[in-house]
């Protein structure tokens, strides 16, 4: 009886086990299906899903082909210019009132309250000329409406910055932007509304120069025939708002900062720039989001993926990867489970390939499922 009783034994915890690792190993080499979500006729840079399953994409002005800055975009497929026309409608020269117009929208988020963010540097980098204030403007989902607009003046955005990302801590009410321009973070205390550039000298927001960038064997140069020195770009939170992550384009250290001392206006940037540490090695990165569990979702230039990490840096993994992930830029988690992302084949522009427009149309919106990830 006793040997029977342990055969028993033994055989379920071989089963419990057993069955354990098989679904961690299924999970670890788990490939999800890319699915195309939308086709698009101009060049997307952002993308954001809200709680509703309404999905939002912006359109940087960085040529003269330009439709919306902004637009959500409908089940079938179709694009319209939000919050309304008005707001997407902008000409240098005639313009007169360019503080309630987009100029250059370059990424929109949606926080867990209900609202868009859009960030508008209004200075395009690859058009001249233009010389207006950046804004970061907050819409309210349930009315359509412009709820209010933050303005930044040279001392937040001076000549040459690029506002690029954004992440909103709506539970303390602050925003946290990268300068992919010069090299910085923007902290905006959204309830004060005061701004603050910090990290502005650090090596953490800066572009690493002996970083090289290259996608399906290509380098990518600018004219000059350098790699281009792309400064703090990718930004994330984790959804307990205590850690904000960012990393230079131009570089494969990500950096995680405490945000309690974020929010405090009174320490000295030299104690911001001791507490910027690096947290990871990574690829080169565009966009990063994370979910509820720790896991981290980074776009990878050039393995054209995906790549999911676990707060523990235990787990690297390529979730997708494929050549139609051209260039992914924007990442963003759905209601749905469904991991959102934009595909801009910035690598293919006339300003990395000797002056020929390598772009193909249509760029591509695309979405994989990482429901398992988030139980």
């Known amino acids: 009886m006793q040997s029977i009783k342990f055969y028993i034994l033994i055989t379920a915890c071989i089963i419990l086990f057993g069955g354990c690792a098989s679904s961690k190993k299924t999970s670890l080499f788990y490939k999800p299906q890319l699915i195309e979500?939308?086709?698009?006729?101009?060049?997307?840079?952002?993308?954001?899903?809200?709680?509703k399953g309404r999905i939002f994409i912006n359109f940087p002005r960085w040529n003269t082909a330009h439709e919306y800055s902004v637009a959500e975009l409908s089940n079938d497929g179709s694009l319209h210019p939000y919050p309304d026309e008005e707001w997407n409608w902008w000409e240098p020269e005639t313009s007169l009132?360019?503080?309630?117009?987009?100029?250059?929208?370059?990424?929109?988020?949606?926080?867990?309250d209900g609202h868009l963010w859009i960030l508008d540097p209004a200075q395009s980098l690859f058009i001249t000329g233009i010389s207006e204030p950046a804004k970061l403007v907050k819409v309210d989902l349930a009315t359509d409406q412009v709820m209010d607009i933050f303005y930044f003046d040279s001392s937040i955005a001076p000549s040459g910055s690029y506002?690029?990302?954004?992440?909103?801590?709506?539970?303390d009410n602050f925003a946290y932007i990268t300068d992919s321009g010069l090299g910085a973070i923007i902290v905006l205390d959204i309830k004060k509304r005061s701004a603050r550039r910090i990290l502005s000298n650090h090596p953490s927001t800066k572009a690493e120069p002996q970083t090289t960038i290259t996608?399906?064997?290509?380098?990518?140069?600018g004219t000059d025939g350098k790699t281009p020195q792309i400064h703090a770009d990718a930004i994330a939170l984790d959804t307990k708002n205590e850690y904000l992550y960012y990393q230079a384009l131009t570089g494969k250290t990500?950096?995680?900062?405490?945000?309690?001392?974020?929010k405090d206006a009174t320490v000295h940037d030299l104690e911001y720039e001791l507490?910027?540490?690096?947290?990871a090695k990574n690829s080169i990165v565009d966009g990063i989001t994370m979910d509820h569990n720790g896991n981290m979702y980074l776009t990878s230039l050039e393995q054209n993926a995906i790549v999911r990490f676990n707060e523990e840096k235990t787990i690297t993994q390529i979730l997708i990867q494929d050549t139609r992930?051209?260039?992914p830029d924007s990442v963003c988690i759905g209601p749905d489970g469904f991991l959102y992302f934009t595909a801009s084949q910035i690598h293919l522009m006339p300003q990395f390939n000797n002056g020929t427009d390598k772009r193909t149309v249509p760029y591509y919106v695309f979405k994989i499922d990482i429901k398992r990830y988030l139980k």
């Open 254 to 262: 990500l950096y995680r900062f405490n945000t309690s001392y974020l």
């Open 163 to 171: 506002l690029n990302d954004i992440r909103i801590d709506t539970t």
């Open 97 to 112: 009132n360019s503080k309630k117009h987009f100029v250059c929208v370059q990424s929109v988020y949606c926080d867990n």
């Open 275 to 279: 507490r910027a540490r690096p947290y």
């Open 215 to 221: 996608i399906n064997s290509v380098p990518l140069q």
């Open 325 to 327: 992930i051209s260039w």
């Open 37 to 51: 979500v939308a086709q698009l006729t101009h060049q997307p840079t952002g993308i954001a899903v809200s709680q």
